[in-house]
Each structure stands twice: as C-alpha cells, then as structure tokens.
C-alpha cells in the first residue's frame, strides 16, 4: 500500500468518527438545551392556530402569552370541529383545573316561594270622610285649618251663617209655646229636614232662641286632604268643603313583577320593613291584587293593609315588603351554572372522558342561588358552575350546537310486538298449562300439517275444552316456545 493509499485511508476513518461524533454532540446539546413546550404536531393533532380562551374569535400563528389575559395561548387542533359536533367539546383533564372548571349536580328539592319586593305606603282610601255644607249660607269663621293638618274626630272647622233657618227656628219656637205635642213635633221634624244636626235643635229647645249660626265640624279623625273654605265666602247648599283622610290603617302598595304573579294570593301572610324604623317588621296580609298591570314597569299591584296605631306610617314611606308562601318541591341547578344569552337559556353538561356538551333549558323560579329546572335536565346530570363562559366560547368556535328540549334523550325503543300465527286444528291432549292440537299447516312459518304442543300461559283459554274438539286458535313464537293466545271452536267462526 502506498503512503497515498494510506492517507486516504486514514481520512475515511477519522471523516466517520467525526460524524458520530457531531451526531451524538448534537444529541446532548438536545438534551441540555432549554425546554420547548410539548405541543404535538402530528397529522391528526395539527395545529391550526393557537387563541385565548377569553378571546377566541383572535387566532395567532404560534404559541407564547395571550395579549390580553395572563394566560398562555392554547392550540387550536384541526379535527377539533368534528370532534365536538359528534360528542361536545373536549377538554383536557390536566387543563380542567387550571381553567377553574367546577361541576355540580342536578338535584330534586324545594324552592322557597317566598318574593322580596319594594314598596311604598299610601292612604286608605276606604276611610275617607267628605264635609259638605248641609244649606247654603255664608262662612263667618275659620279655625286656620290647611290641608295636611291631622285632627281628631268634631274638630270645628268654619262657622257658617244660614239665613233661611232663622224663620224656621222661630216658627218651631212658637208652635212650641202652644203646647201642642203633635204640631211640636212636625216642626222639629222640619228642622231636621232643613240639614240642622239633632243637637243643634236640642240647644234651640234649651235656650228658646233661634240658632243660624253652625259649626262645621270633622266627622272622624284624620288628615285634611283637601280645604276649600275660606273666611267671608259663600256656600251653596251641598258644596264640599273638605275632604278628611283617616289613618287608623294605611295601605302598602307592593310592586309585584309578572313573572311572580303566580305566588300571591288573597290572605296571603307579608311582612315589612322601613328604614325609618330600623329593627321593627309590620305584618299584614294581602287584601287585594289590582286587576291592571303597569305597562312601563311591568308589575302588579299588590296591596298590603296595615294597622297603624299612633299615626307612625305615614303615606309616602318605601318599604322592603316579603311575602311568605310554602316552599315547593322543584328540579333544581345552580344559578351560577346558567347562561342566559338573551335569545335562549343554556347549561354545559358534563360528560365522561372529559367532553361537554352544551344544553338548552327552560327555567322557573329562582330563590337561595338556586334555579328551578322546567325542561332541558334530568336529575343527576352534571353541569358546569364556574367555567363554563369558556367552554361555551369555545362550543361557539367550534360550532357545536345545543342539545334541543325534548330531544336530550333518546326514545326508549319498545320491545317489538310479537306476530301472532293463526290455523285450526283438533285438540288431542288438554291441560291447564299446555294443550296438544294436531293443526294444518302454517305458510307463514313454513310449517307442514303436525302434532305439537302449545304451552298456555293463562289457564282460562282452554277452560271448557276437551279431547276431540276442533279450534280455531292463534299462537305466539316465544323464547319459551309456541305459546297459546286465543281459541275458540271451528264451528263459531
């Protein structure tokens, strides 16, 4: 061999050592490199884009921390859409946690019907006192009364001059002289006719002059709503001169929405609070429900009547009314597990291998954060109470649709009906559990004319039959075998 040969021998070698060494070089510096996250790349998992969960309708060409949230972008795999149209979103376990994912049950329990509303106190317009004038005449005094002042029952208004009694009350006096029982009391009866008040004329007696002069007085305590009497006017017979409001018992007006008309009733127990009395409840019941609803604020009015003792409640005050009722059994489901989108109400139900699906339901009441279920669940369903804005956001990108009511689940399929097989035959042994017919053939079943047995599963089919008689009879195929279902003689059909 040559020193040439030789050189190019040696180069050979050492080329190959070289490479095996840069080749398991490489491998180590792999290995002491920086991590990469793990993200798979492979055909069924290729990423299409990664996204924020609080923002997915952004979509960005490679992984690292979302712009808008602190969170690290998550991939977008394709197949992703399929994937959920046929069974729900799928969510890794490992990620459940990290995106706060809590479930809850579907529960049967009560639901208190109990309703917190406002509500404001008004007059009772039941105990209203109107003053008129009983003739007509002139107003001499007043007693500085103004609208808004409380008085007791027979606290003087105005003095009022009625000039057509003078000559009615001397002519009562007169006949009144003549001693005469019968023409007495005709004038008295006059008087009263004329509007004079029983003890007007009973002080006319006692002093033996005229009276033209009355005090208008308040015929039951309360407020002045109204004073229209004013020193020096005139009056006219019948005119209303004021108008008193009692206050004994006020009325609480209640705002009841129309989505909770259906829990008040006539008689029902409420209790009430106000802020100027802090620490006191008032109870009262439901006297009445006004038949209107108010078209702005879509509410019935529900009217509380309250004692009032001393004049305490006045007309104006708000108040926090509740209105008790029985508690009632309902499906139940988290409040917080309920996502309302204006068109439609919507739960994420929890599946195994961790999918969800999205669902549509219809709701009912809410009490106590928790949300009566009247379609869409059934009891023991899982759903999503914190989370679940994500996994709809990512059920919308995805375009997974909801499951429908009334389609949630599958039909339970029937048991298939058995055909029944009808010929004649005789009957050659008979028991109450099984009979022996010697019958022709059956073309449906491909049988020739025989002798088989048929058992009889309800003893009163051959009851009255014996050895020899020929029938009509239907028989079933059973797991069990040919069983017997109606027979009757040959000779009836």
Not at 253 to 263: F, I
Not at 406 to 435: C, F, W
């Amino acid at each position: 061999m040559t020193a040439r040969s030789s050189l190019k021998t040696r180069l050979a070698v050492g080329g190959v050592v070289i490479a095996a060494l840069a080749a398991g070089g490489g491998f180590g510096l792999a290995k002491l490199g920086p991590d990469r996250p793990a993200v798979s790349e492979s055909a069924d998992r290729h990423v299409l884009y990664w996204y924020d969960p609080m923002v997915p309708a952004q979509h960005f060409d490679k992984p690292g921390k979302s712009p808008f949230m602190d969170m690290q972008l998550v991939p977008k795999y394709a197949g992703a859409r399929a994937e959920a149209n046929g069974a729900g979103v799928v969510i890794d376990p490992a990620r459940t946690q990290n995106l706060g994912v809590r479930l809850v049950s579907v529960e049967r329990g009560t639901l208190s019907t109990d309703a917190t509303v406002a509500g404001s106190l008004a007059f009772n317009e039941r105990d209203v006192a109107i003053v008129q004038a009983k003739a007509a005449g002139f107003v001499q005094r007043t007693y500085g009364r103004a609208p808004g002042d409380i008085l007791a029952a027979g606290a003087p208004l105005a003095d009022i001059l009625v000039p057509e009694w003078g000559g009615a009350q001397n002519e009562f006096l007169a006949v009144r002289r003549t001693g005469d029982a019968a023409l007495t009391s005709a004038a008295r009866q006059r008087l009263l006719l004329l509007g004079m008040s029983p003890a007007t004329v009973a002080q006319i007696e006692r002093s033996g002059r005229p009276q033209t002069v009355v005090t208008v007085t308040t015929p039951t305590g309360g407020v002045i709503k109204t004073l229209n009497v004013r020193n020096g006017m005139t009056v006219s017979a019948g005119q209303t001169l004021a108008e008193v409001n009692g206050l004994s018992r006020v009325w609480l007006n209640a705002a009841m929405p129309e989505a909770l008309a259906a829990q008040v009733r006539l008689g029902q127990s409420v209790t009430a609070t106000l802020s100027a009395f802090a620490g006191e409840t008032f109870s009262g019941r439901v006297s009445s429900i006004l038949p209107q609803a108010n078209a702005e604020s879509r509410t019935l009015t529900v009217r509380v009547e309250l004692p009032n003792p001393g004049g305490r409640l006045r007309p104006g005050m708000f108040a926090t009314v509740q209105l008790g009722g029985p508690d009632r059994p309902a499906l139940l489901v988290s409040s917080e597990a309920v996502i309302r989108t204006g068109r439609r109400t919507l739960v994420m139900i929890a599946q195994a291998g961790g999918r969800y699906l999205p669902a549509e339901i219809r709701i009912g009441r809410e009490a106590g954060g928790r949300t009566e279920v009247l379609g869409g669940l059934s009891e023991g369903e899982k759903v999503v109470a914190s989370g679940q804005f994500l996994i709809d956001s990512e059920a919308s990108l995805s375009g997974l649709q909801p499951r429908v009511m009334g389609v949630e689940k599958p039909a339970q399929a029937r048991p298939p009906v058995a055909a029944t097989y009808e010929t004649v035959g005789r009957i050659e042994q008979v028991a109450s559990d099984k009979v022996t017919l010697s019958h022709q053939p059956v073309p449906a079943l491909q049988w020739p004319a025989m002798t088989m047995t048929f058992r009889v599963e309800n003893p009163s089919l051959v009851r009255g039959y014996k050895v020899g008689d020929q029938v009509r009879f239907g028989f079933e195929q059973t797991p069990t075998g040919p069983t017997l279902r109606r027979v009757s003689r040959a000779g009836d059909q």
